[in-house]
């Protein structure tokens, strides 16, 4: 049988309140948590309102802000579990977020304003070390990963910890989202003219959202692994979907195709009907096509049951990449205490309204109510196209497990840097328009990418044709994407930040704010390509392009696609070099950019495709330390890499050759070295890095299409990539194909 996953404890910071009791006490009474906002400064803006945390107990000043509100629901969460120091020690931590250290990025421009740079800041830029600083904080040492898919990242983080749970990477996970209150996405949303002059009212008036901050953490544990240690058991995860409307990058798709399909997905993971859901928690954004697109999906899915409709952001605002984990967790309470939540600031002229547009929907209005909740969904659709819906129930069926398939590199597709110049410090990828339209890329289409996003649309266009995949409506929504990033759009980011640092909230660009997002190349390319499968956008350090492969594995296996392309992308840029130089993580080497994009297929499609297949998947194994001791770090490599051989049978003495992206940092990297030596020997060790310089995420996946090549070429038959980022560590194992 498939294992069950099951919520044994819950955590949450955010407008409405400081923990959980507080939150689902003001949910209950319809409390608002908007207001005039405190934090930024709003001076000639159309809107002044927001849901803000006010809370003079934040744990871990050292970090950003995201990580601080994370870190406060994650000790609420391990502490509502009952988990034992030890047993909290081999958790994983899964976080969703949008705008990452955006805040961080904020004090630092704001303190160099002031001729008064603090250098301790920069470590917490990039969304990649949220979850490695809750980690580090909470003494957590099992896989991690930010999920960084803007506002479905919090839900995405929850199905992803099963996921993970269910392919054997560990038995409990802190899953779950975090997002501040930000300039960033203040003068973002300001700029598309998206934000409401009055609290936001979703599923109502509909004149745009109302921005919010918190967090929400979810205990996602193992049922058997639950049971044994008499935990306390909230609900279980009956199913989830992801998709990507393949559509626009900041607006829904208004036939509502996208969001029809997804939860379609999680009706079927959980193998249940319409009928048997008795509550959704709306995305309900309250922006006018948002809304619009929702109303027709949930009629079309809907009509003709007893569900429930509601949307919480009408008290918390919109939470961004912590809403959906926010919402997760008054979902799990609407099912444990057989509570509806409401949708707040309905008039009596709107209720009429309102029962126009429900039709035969129940759309709770102003009060919460009593209801029996066998089984609820939440909902999550997001910029860039990503749309993810999961499903809790008071008692979920059990599923079988279905048979794994083999998996095989059938292609790739790679854009890097060249090493050339042995004095510089920067290598880069020289594109034109030229690179774009041999390749069917219009002028209109290349003026809306940033670097960022060039360099994934072309090893993702490259990857698929060396594949020979064609995109049809019969197979596009079974070919799915995940980037791995080390430091994403970091370029995009810190020149929009820049820019409101200088003049204020109301010089955000409309034109650049949507490349801000970390999922923004991924949504880009699936626009352009029309691959409407899971999607999802990782930023874990360097090596979360190999985490994308582990991760589409993972996805692969639940049968849901056929096709998956795993890609590393990192662009280089002034802000990158400053970044790393001004941290010392890249020691002596050049730093590059690129984009690895590894098309991976099960063999049944490989099969029916007469696909060439360059070398099978044979096993994988994500691992983290929270140790500080570089020894210490090092030796979640050696287990990466012993589990890895593990999953696919093997012995080191069976690898015929080493590829590895180790840290550049000089303690750290004599660790590392050493661990090789210890497991293999005298093997030489291949670094992809020595031609293209340090392109990160991009270098990680870059030494498995060599490794692949290696295999197709005849020249080896095993062969192993492992890489490190942030205190984690990826191994995969290639194999000939039998």
């Known amino acids: 049988m498939k294992k069950r996953c099951v919520i044994t404890g819950l955590g949450i910071i955010c407008p409405v309140g400081n923990d959980v009791k507080e939150s689902w006490d003001s949910i209950q009474a319809g409390k608002s948590g908007l207001g005039v906002v405190k934090s930024i400064d709003t001076e000639g803006c159309y809107a002044n309102l927001g849901g803000e945390v006010f809370c003079d107990e934040l744990p871990a000043p050292q970090y950003d802000r995201s990580a601080r509100l994370c870190i406060k629901a994650a000790e609420e969460a391990i502490s509502d579990a009952g988990l034992s120091e030890q047993r909290a020690g081999e958790a994983g931590v899964i976080v969703g977020s949008c705008i990452g250290g955006a805040v961080s990025i904020d004090e630092y421009l704001t303190a160099q304003k002031e001729g008064k740079e603090d250098d301790s800041r920069i470590p917490n830029m990039a969304a990649s070390s949220i979850a490695n600083s809750a980690a580090a904080y909470l003494g957590l040492n099992g896989v991690t990963a930010n999920i960084v898919n803007a506002c479905a990242a919090g839900t995405m983080s929850i199905a992803y910890a099963c996921d993970l749970i269910r392919s054997g990477s560990g038995d409990i996970f802190l899953a779950g989202g975090t997002d501040p209150f930000s300039s960033l996405a203040f003068a973002g949303f300001h700029a598309l003219h998206a934000l409401s002059e009055e609290p936001c009212s979703p599923l109502n008036h509909s004149h745009g959202i109302t921005l919010g901050e918190g967090s929400g953490i979810l205990v996602v544990e193992e049922y058997e692994h639950a049971v044994a240690r008499g935990a306390k058991i909230y609900c279980e995860v009956a199913g989830y979907g992801v998709n990507c409307d393949a559509y626009h990058i900041t607006a829904p798709d208004p036939s509502g195709e996208g969001q029809m399909d997804v939860i379609r997905r999680a009706l079927s993971s959980a193998e249940v009907t319409p009928s048997e859901i008795a509550y959704v928690n709306a995305h309900g954004t309250g922006t006018a096509k948002n809304d619009e697109a929702e109303f027709l999906s949930l009629h079309t899915i809907f009509d003709g049951t007893d569900v429930s409709v509601s949307s919480t952001k009408s008290m918390t605002g919109h939470c ?48 919460s109510r009593k209801k029996e909740i066998p089984m609820a969904m939440s909902n999550s659709f997001a910029f860039g196209g990503t749309n993810a819906s999961i499903i809790f129930a008071k008692e979920a069926k059990q599923h079988e497990e279905a048979p794994k398939e083999k998996l095989y590199i059938t292609g790739f597709g790679q854009v890097l840097s060249a090493k050339e110049d042995p004095s510089a410090k920067v290598a880069t990828v020289a594109l034109d328009m030229k690179d774009f339209t041999d390749r069917g890329v219009k002028l209109g289409v290349f003026r809306k990418l940033d670097k960022f996003s060039q360099l994934q649309l072309i090893s993702g266009i490259d990857a698929l044709k060396s594949a020979d995949v064609t995109v049809s409506e019969e197979n596009e929504r079974r070919i799915g994407t995940i980037i791995g990033t080390s430091a994403g759009p970091v370029t995009e980011v810190s020149n929009f930040q820049k820019n409101i640092c200088e003049k204020g909230a109301t010089a955000g660009s409309a034109f650049t704010f949507p490349n801000t997002v970390y999922n923004a190349a991924g949504g880009h390319f699936s626009i352009f390509t029309k691959t409407k499968g899971y999607c999802a956008t990782v930023a874990n350090g360097t090596q979360a392009g190999l985490q994308s492969v582990a991760y589409a594995c993972d996805v692969l296996e639940k049968g849901n696609e056929d096709i998956m392309l795993a890609a590393g992308t990192d662009e280089g840029s002034d802000m990158v070099t400053f970044f790393y130089e ?157």
């Open 582 to 738: 001004h941290s010392k993580i890249n020691g002596e080497n050049v730093l590059g950019e690129g984009s690895s994009t590894i098309v991976l297929e099960t063999a049944d499609s490989a099969k029916r495709r007469g696909a060439h297949t360059y070398a099978e998947v044979a096993g994988y194994a994500c691992t983290h330390s929270a140790g500080k001791a570089d020894y210490t770090e090092a030796q979640a490599m050696k287990d990466a890499i012993s589990k890895a051989l593990a999953k696919a049978g093997y012995q080191a003495s069976d690898i015929d050759s080493v590829y590895a992206v180790i840290s550049n940092q000089d303690k750290k990297q004599a660790a590392e070295s050493a661990v090789l030596t210890e497991v293999f020997g005298a093997k030489e060790i291949r670094d992809v890095r020595e031609q293209t310089g340090d392109c990160r995420a991009a270098s990680a996946n870059a030494q498995l299409v060599e490794a692949a090549k290696a295999i197709d070429e005849g020249s080896v038959k095993h062969t192993l990539a492992v890489s490190y980022g942030c205190g984690s560590y990826t191994a995969v194992v290639l194999k000939e194909c039998e």
């Open 320 to 367: 961004l990449g912590a809403a959906g984990a926010v919402e997760a967790v008054f979902t799990v309470k609407a099912v444990s205490e057989d509570i509806l939540p409401p949708t707040i600031g309905y008039s009596e002229e709107d209720k009429v309204t309102l029962k126009e547009k429900a039709g035969d929907l129940d759309f709770v209005a102003n009060d």
